[in-house]
């Protein structure tokens, strides 16, 4: 044995040796060949049943069956004879089929083994679809011929499977074609021969037959009439479309005419020849064969037909008669069932009805339809293991169960134990009527199911279902796999729901009840209607059920003047006669009911054989009223007795009629925390008073306790009905609902309205659920009215809204009254001594108490009086107070808890002293010292007095967090309203603030010793002061009156601009009559109808007219005052005040009416803008005109510049509201107008930037051009506003395209650049557009070139082309030759032009001259590098005003400076001469690491030498020596080489600033020099800095220069991700994702928060990653590594599924191999190994696949699981190099970790490869 002594080959050939000198004779070889492809067989065999489980997955990349590939003659018996399963359907497979059942668009069709297909109507035959597409277009239907025509139940086809679909719940869906194309789709027009029996389409017909098409191309068929009289009676039955099987009789010219005949019988005997050529490429469904029984198994046989062709028949298509008969060698007739063609496999059938002559067979069993029948005392007669099961039902007859259906889904297959049941239960699942046998389940849902078939289902039954989809005409719901029922429209719910997909979401269950069900068609129909679902009285599901008498729920489906027609199950309806609807005359029924409606009807008469019925609506009511109706008015105040206590709520009877309700718990206060406790207080039997109902819709009543709605309700602040609801209304009602979008408030009357969730309160609030509780009583104010869906929105933001007067006391009295009647009601009923003592105390009570314990949190004491009670005193309520147990203390009562019997105390000295007498409107600084949820106690600075406060000083103050909740130990500013209240218990009443006092608004007092003064009655007064609104009177009494600016002289005689109370003077006496009077407190005007008649500030008139006795005087409210004024009416008021902030001034036309006039309703002039208010004097009578009036809310808005509605044409003030580039402005105008003043309309002379010099707040004089759907067009031109001082226009207003004229030249703005080219807006209406080509002479790749040049609303000039006036188009053009103007591009970007014809050629021999050129500069420069630079940098600086991009590139810009700058001399650029270097940046860049990290990919060595000059020492000024000045001069250039070498050495990093410029001037595009300059600032933490740096960057670098920008944009992500808030990181991310690729920086940025541990951010990222970049595998792989380190496995294995739907099919198995690789990196080894080991299962050629597997076991795995992984990796069948790799490793692996013995088992191992294979190993 020889071995070549070459040294690599050395150790190979010691560890496998070649094949030696014992060679095998080649007999014996081919037998351990032939036992090896046995083996590969079994093996082949189990890949291939775990293949076919994951068959959809892998989209059609399926194994080749087992099979020799010694070429296409022969093909490989099947080792067991299995039924054809779903799983082993591939595309292409031809199968017989049987017409099961056929709609208009499908047919569905029975193919062998039960399985099912669908044919649908477009995969008929191409002439077919034709003839279909044709008829389509012509809307004429007559001529074609439909399905049900053409296909008739029983037909066998031979057929084509054409897809696999997946069906919705994830089975699959067999789409078949009978199309020839696909069927004969291996037969040629050269293959075809006489006696050949094909099937075929009728393509048309002719007069002497029929033309069919085969699918051969180059072969047409004809079927004569003659031939087919023979088949049909009539020869016109044959249509376009129609499927016939027939019999080649003659083939001529090679194949391109044949001739068929159609006789049944010679077709059904024509046997298949091998001489017609038929091979297993090419052999068809439902031949029949010659066949010769070569194997017979217990599962089927095995045959051998056509020569040497081999096929299976399963055991359901052998004959069960001649079962016996079959022995090897017998010959039998069979008949080709399917095809598979990629595997070869041929199925075939031995039923008679399949090989006798008929064309059709029972689509239906012999004993009738019995599937979905459940069948007891089954016995199984055999079992075959990878088929199912045959059962003997107990008539006699066979079924099969599919092993699939032999056990639950979940459940481990045991068949013995499945054999050994004496007895089966099955359920009939279907009929094949290819097999002719039932198939069964065993499985117990299924069996357990309630309904199965339509058949199962009955009217009125109640089901449950899942909604599956919305339709317009109703909603598909499923209520199992293939039952599905339609709830119509109309029965969605008890109303006509507009919006249904609202209510209803996909997968959602419902509760039905079964309206019809016709089981023949499959149709069901279903209701929702709640009334119908939950009702209980008998249904109607037939006449014979409705009995005269008999009453039921039916719902109406038709409105008639006669009546309605009402509908119950079953279609069982009936009529309602006109005079039985209602038991008050009708006369239009459709007003009254609606369609849908479900009302209770009873049965008058009913004929069941004629199936009429009479029925009635009033008769079924009427019996129901017997129980008293009550009818009580909202608004009514109520008592009731507690009947029963419920978990939210109290069961009540309305007294005295008892009528039951319910009354909630949070409607018992307005305080919530009282509720409860009132709650608790409640018992059975008592009664509770002034409840007030606030809504009565017939079926229930309901009732509130709260005294603020009562008050609501009484004083009619309240709106009845939605019309009464006017926007500005102000409404008391209480929180309903509470959405994480807003709060839903309920309003008497049963009125709810919306306060979204910006409208809740002034602060911001994230989620409105924090902000309110459920019945918080509220004041709402409306907001939007939507009188179509009619829903309002409210707000309840206490800025908006004015709470009523005195609300916060009368809230704080009837709060503690609450409480106090809980204290005593639960000190009553307890009858316990402690609870009535308890209930005897009251705040401020001084105690005597015995000290118990002392700890830090604060004390506890001991009371003789109080035993049993836990008394407590807080750690800050004992501050400095010596306490030791045992010892005696007084105490103050600061609360008790009645409920826990727990009462709170206070030791402090200040509290306990001697109380000081308080005075009215004195004001306190107080501190809170207990809170008690709503209440709190506070005390008066040093008066030792204590009193109760609420801690929300309106209703609807909300506390988003700790922070903003009183607390103890807070001071507030208080006032006192009363020294001692009664409803107080004596303590003081007061008014608050949190910060410093400001005056509040309090009850109202009388003031005392004055008896006040009537309406009408005349009195006499001396005047005390004149203000110039008001004038005060002392009267005779000593109270004091006030007359009004507008009650001193008759209107009628005011001169516009006096001021009428001037007229009077101080001191003089005057007689007055008073006409109303003002409250105390807050001198609001109270009008006359009030019912204090008596007024301690009345009002009084000084009018001659109205002082007379005899003149008719009457009280007219302001609301009658307002109602009388007419919207421009010109009125003459008196100015009451300027506000300032809102910048309005309010007129009074009379005491009780103030209106309101906007700023721009106020001036005239632009000058007066600034101080308006010195436009008018307070109490000067002006005339305005009336604007806007309404009473509710009120409203009364006034004008001052004698206009009071805009009008078309005429010139108005505006203030500027926003600025918006697309837009223009957006102007506010007076009277509540908004508009829009176009760029086109600001000026006569367009201006470069249109915008600037406009900002917001700005006030401007406007010409209104004209109103678009509320909106005015305005325009600020001076041709416009002022025509005759105009100057001559320049740019012209373009009113319609009819001015424009093609050729002119005209300036537009830009709208926007896209790929379609340049849209410039020539004028409001008109944009025009300039295509790429027609914008620039230079050629650009991409839009964005011009997008970055031309922002919006850069002012150009263009040149009209073409105007197509029908498409409103204007072509323009922007090239420099049309318009005269220079390009829009500057030439600096050094873009190619775009040339043609002469030019170009003369452009490319420049291009050649010039770079000649600039070699030869190149070469200049190396003698005179300092001179060139410093040409450089100067040039750079003159550019200093242009962007950063354009001073690197001016390529073309100086004729005699061609050559491009370089960054450095030319001798010293080492690899890339191209300019900077580039940065490598590893992926995430982060600013802790040291900068030196990053190496430039070539380190281009950037020099330079702007400051040489300084570096020579200065001379000295005496004659030196020679010497001397030589060794000056070594030392010079000596410090100079050293310089130089510093600012040449890339590791050096610059100090300062300046260095950081030079070395940017060197090398601009250079990342690495700006990211070290950014970290230099930022190592200085000047974060600003480093920013501008990074913007510089981005403005200086080549945009060509797409890695140095990506690197600059993620060192500015860093930064803001270090420095920066999310909302800078997402903005420059936002920018970023402009400027580059955006996957890259999707992918930095994840990695940036990858590092800085914000996960949440990250999973957000990669979500949107996957959305937008689907189709990466990349992408996918990176969000499964961070899962995988997240240890989030369960989600990484669904986001694999997730990608392989995503990614294409041939991604699918790098994917699978690199998500196993995490999982072994980062996850479960074990999952990573199956993953592994599933695709090399399917894959095992994959030899690289392999090799990462063992490197990962290796890694990983134990050292018995990586030798049995070698074992499998050297027995693949893949090439012999490849597996000697393999044992190299193997080999290599055990001398690493083995033994001598397992070296030598390597080493054996491959000396049995080598022998295997012999020489062909060898060599």
Known sequence: ????????????????????????????????????????????????????????????????????????????????????????????????????????????????????????????????????????????????????????????????????????????????????????????????????????????????????????????????????????????????????????????????????????????????????????????????????????????????????????????????????????????????????????????????????????????????????????????????????????????????????????????????????????????????????????????????????????????????????????????????????????????????????????????????????????????????????????????????????????????????????????????????????????????????????????????????????????????????????????????????????????????????????????????SDHMSNCPLLWESLQEGDNISNLICVNNNKQNISLTKKPTVRWSLEEGVVAKDFSEITVGMQLIGWVKNIMSYGVFVEFPYGLVGLAPKSALTDKFISDATVAFQLGQTVIAKVTNLDEEKRRFLVTLKISEVISPEGDTQTRLINGLQERRAVTEMLAMRDNSDLRQQLAALFVGQKLKLTVDTVEDSGATFKSDDLAGATILASKHHVMGVNLNPGQKATAVLLHVDILSSCVHVSLLSKLLGNKKSLSEESKYTAMVQYIDKEFAVISLDDTAQLTVIQTRSHLNEVFLSESEKLKAGMSLAVEVTEPSCQELQGLPLVSWQRTAPKRQRTTSENQSGSKGHCFGEIVQGKVRTVKPTCIQVTLEDGSTGRVHVSEVVEVT?????????????????????????????????????????????????????????????????????????????????????????????????????????????????????????????????????????????????????????????????????????????????????????????????????????????????????????????????????????????????????????????????????????????????????????????????????LSEHLPPNTLLTTKILSIDLEEEFVNLSLLPADTGKPDILPESLGLPLRLVGEEKKKHDTEKKKKRALSESEQKQAESQVPKKKKKKTKKARTDDNDSGVEVYFREEEDKEDEEEPKPAPAKEVTASSAGPSRLQVAAGFSWDMGLNCLKPASAAKDGDSSDEEDQVADSKPQKKSRHELEQEKKAAEKALVQREAELMDPSLRPEDAAAFERLLLASPNSSLVWLQYMAHHLQATQIEQARAVAERALKTISFREEQEKLNVWVALLNLENMYGTEETLKKVFERALQFCEPLPVYQQLADIYAKSNKTKEVEGLYKTMVKRFRQNKAVWLSYGTFLLQQGQSDAASALLQRALKSLPSKESVDVIAKFAQLEFRYGDVEKGRTMFDKVLTSYPKRTDLWSVFIDLMVKHGSQKDVRALFDRVIHLSVSIKKIKFFFKRYLEYEKKHGTPQSIQAVKEKAMEFVEAKGTEAAT
């Open 1 to 668: 044995m020889t071995f070549e002594t070459t040294s690599n080959m050395a150790s190979a050939e010691e560890d496998f040796p070649r094949g030696g000198t014992a060679k095998k004779t080649t007999e014996s070889k081919i037998v351990v060949q032939r036992s090896e492809v046995d083996n590969l067989f079994q093996s082949n065999e189990q890949a291939e049943t775990k293949k076919r489980k994951g068959a959809v997955k892998d989209d059609g990349k399926k194994l080749k069956k087992q099979k020799k590939e010694d070429g296409l003659t022969l093909n490989a018996a099947a080792k067991c004879v299995e039924i054809l399963h779903i799983k082993n359907v591939k595309e292409g497979m031809l199968m017989l089929g049987c017409v099961k059942e056929v709609t208009d668009f499908e047919v569905t069709v029975g193919l062998p083994c039960g399985l099912q297909g669908f044919l649908s109507i477009k995969n008929i035959s191409d002439s077919y679809t034709k003839l279909l597409s044709e008829q389509l277009d012509s809307a004429d239907t007559e001529e074609i011929c439909s399905l049900p025509h053409l296909f008739l139940p029983g037909m066998v086809l031979r057929c084509v499977v054409a897809k696999l679909d997946i069906a919705k719940g994830g089975s699959l869906s067999i789409q078949l074609s009978v199309n020839p194309k696909l069927v004969n789709k291996a037969l040629s027009s050269s293959s075809l021969k006489a006696g050949m029996v094909l099937s075929g389409c009728v393509e048309s017909i002719e007069d002497h037959g029929c033309i069919v098409d085969i699918g051969i191309s180059g072969s047409k068929a004809f079927l004569s009439t003659k031939a087919i009289k023979d088949q049909h009676n009539n020869p016109e039955e044959l249509k376009v479309g129609q499927y016939v099987t027939s019999q080649v009789e003659e083939v001529k010219n090679e194949g391109r005419v044949v001739r068929l005949s159609a006789s049944p019988l010679t077709i059904t005997q024509a046997c298949a020849e091998s001489k017609q050529g038929w091979n297993l490429t090419n052999l068809l469904p439902g031949l029949l064969v010659k066949a010769t029984i070569k194997k017979v198994t217990k599962h089927g046989l095995i045959l051998d037909f056509l020569s040497s062709f081999s096929g299976q028949v399963d055991f359901l298509h052998m004959e069960p008669e001649h079962a016996a008969n079959y022995t090897e060698g017998a010959e039998v007739q069979a008949c080709v069932l399917y095809v598979e063609p990629s595997t070869r496999l041929v199925g075939l059938s031995l039923r008679s009805y399949l090989i006798q002559p008929e064309p059709r067979v029972d689509p239906t069993p012999a004993g009738g339809d019995r599937i979905g029948e459940v069948v007891k005392d089954c016995k199984m007669t055999t079992i075959h293991h990878r088929s199912g099961a045959m059962l003997e039902l107990p008539d006699k007859t066979l079924a099969f169960v599919h092993r699939n259906n032999l056990k639950e889904v979940n459940e481990p297959a045991n068949e013995n134990r499945v054999l050994a049941m004496p007895e089966h239960t099955c359920r009939i699942l279907n009929f094949s009527p290819l097999d002719q046998i039932h198939f069964a389940s065993l499985r117990r849902s299924v069996i357990e199911r309630p309904f199965y078939r339509y058949h199962d289902l009955h009217a009125g039954q109640i089901v449950e279902g899942k909604v599956s989809v919305l339709l317009n005409h109703g909603m598909v719901v499923h209520l199992s796999d293939h039952i599905k029922g339609l709830v119509p429209r109309t029965h969605l719910s008890d109303i006509i729901l507009k919006n249904p997909e609202k209510k209803y979401m996909e997968g959602m269950k419902v509760k039905c009840r079964v309206l019809t069900v016709d089981a023949e068609n499959k149709k069901l129909y279903l209701t929702r209607k709640k009334a119908l679902v939950e009702s209980s009285l008998p249904l109607f599901l037939s006449y014979a059920d409705a009995r005269p008498g008999c009453v039921s729920h039916g719902y109406i489906v038709c409105i008639k003047d006669f009546g309605c027609i009402v509908r119950f199950y079953n279609n069982v309806k009936g009529l309602v006669p006109l005079n039985q609807l209602s038991s008050e005359p009708i006369s239009s029924p459709e007003e009254l009911f609606y369609i849908g409606q479900v009302l209770k009807t009873k049965v008058l008469q009913c004929d069941p054989e004629k199936a009429k019925m009479v029925l009635s609506f009033k008769v079924a009511v009427e019996g129901e009223t017997a129980k008293p109706e009550f009818d009580c008015e909202v608004g009514t105040r109520l008592e009731a007795k507690v009947l029963k206590k419920l978990v939210n709520g109290l069961e009540v009877a309305i007294l005295p009629d008892e009528i039951r309700t319910v009354l909630p718990t949070m409607h018992l």
């Open 1053 to 1345: 005689k005011v001169c516009l601009g006096s001021f009428p109370t001037s007229l009077v003077k101080v001191g003089s006496t005057v007689t007055a009559r008073v006409i109303g009077g003002r409250e105390a407190s807050s001198h609001r005007f109270l009008p006359f109808s009030h019912p204090k008649f008596t007024y301690t500030i009345p009002e009084l008139t000084l009018i001659p007219s109205k002082l007379d006795k005899s003149a008719d005087f009457k009280s007219v409210t302001a609301k009658e005052k307002l109602n009388s004024y007419k919207v421009g009416e010109e009125i003459t008021c008196f100015v009451s005040k300027f506000n300032p902030e809102r910048k309005s001034l309010e007129v009074t036309t009379d005491p009780s009416l103030t209106g309101t006039v906007e700023l721009l309703a106020m001036i005239t002039d632009l000058k007066d803008a600034s101080h308006p208010e010195k436009l008018y004097k307070l109490g000067q009578a002006v005339h305005a005109k009336v604007v806007e009036i309404s009473s509710k809310p009120h409203r009364f808005v006034l004008s001052l510049i004698g206009v009071h509605k805009l009008e078309e044409g005429s010139v108005a003030l505006g203030i500027v509201t926003n600025i918006q580039p697309q837009v223009g402005l957006l102007v506010k105008l007076p009277f509540g107008g908004m508009g829009a003043i176009a760029v086109t309309d600001l000026a006569d002379a367009y201006r470069p930037n249109p915008l600037d010099g406009y900002r917001k707040d700005q006030i401007l004089r406007c010409f209104l051009l004209g109103n678009e759907n509320g909106k005015w067009q305005l325009s600020l031109r001076p041709s416009r506003l002022n025509p005759q001082q105009a100057k001559p226009v320049k740019d012209l207003e373009v009113l319609s395209l009819d001015k424009l004229k093609e050729g002119q030249i005209i300036r537009g703005y830009v709208k926007s650049v896209g790929e379609q080219g340049v849209f410039i807006r020539l004028s409001r209406y008109i944009t025009g557009r300039a295509q790429l080509q027609q914008s620039t002479k230079y050629f650009v790749s991409s839009h964005k070139v």
